[in-house]
């Protein structure tokens, strides 16, 4: 079974920055697009960023352009979302997935992360 680990979450003030990663149990991690979403209080989980297997595709959502960056190290079987510019409705769960294949969109998305908790403070 497939686990897929996130960390690096926590409290930062407005404007502050956060890099969460992502890492999984799989040797073939490289075979699979992977991707963050998010869940605020009270609202439905959305598309955050996502990138290829080899990581030379990626979008965003809109929301996040030009602040966040996401990115991959297959070596360390790890994804990472790198986080500047962080505002009070960035605050949720963020969760990493698997996609069912190394290239985007991302789709049958069956391998979850636990997910972090990130809150921005005002």
């Known amino acids: 079974q497939v686990q897929l680990v996130e960390s690096g979450g926590g409290l930062v003030q407005a404007g502050g920055s956060l890099r969460l990663s992502c890492t999984s149990s799989a040797r073939t991690f490289s075979l699979y697009a992977m991707g963050w979403f998010r869940r605020a209080p009270g609202k439905e989980r959305e598309f955050v960023a996502a990138?290829?297997?080899?990581?030379?595709?990626?979008t965003y959502a809109d929301s996040v352009k030009g602040r966040f960056t996401i990115s991959r190290d297959n070596h360390k079987k790890t994804v990472y979302l790198q986080m500047n510019s962080l505002k009070p409705e960035d605050t949720a769960v963020y969760y990493c997935a698997r996609g069912s294949s190394g290239s985007l969109p991302l789709n049958k998305l069956e391998v979850w992360g636990q997910g972090t908790l990130v809150t921005v403070s005002s």
């Open positions: 990138i290829s297997g080899s990581g030379g595709t990626i």
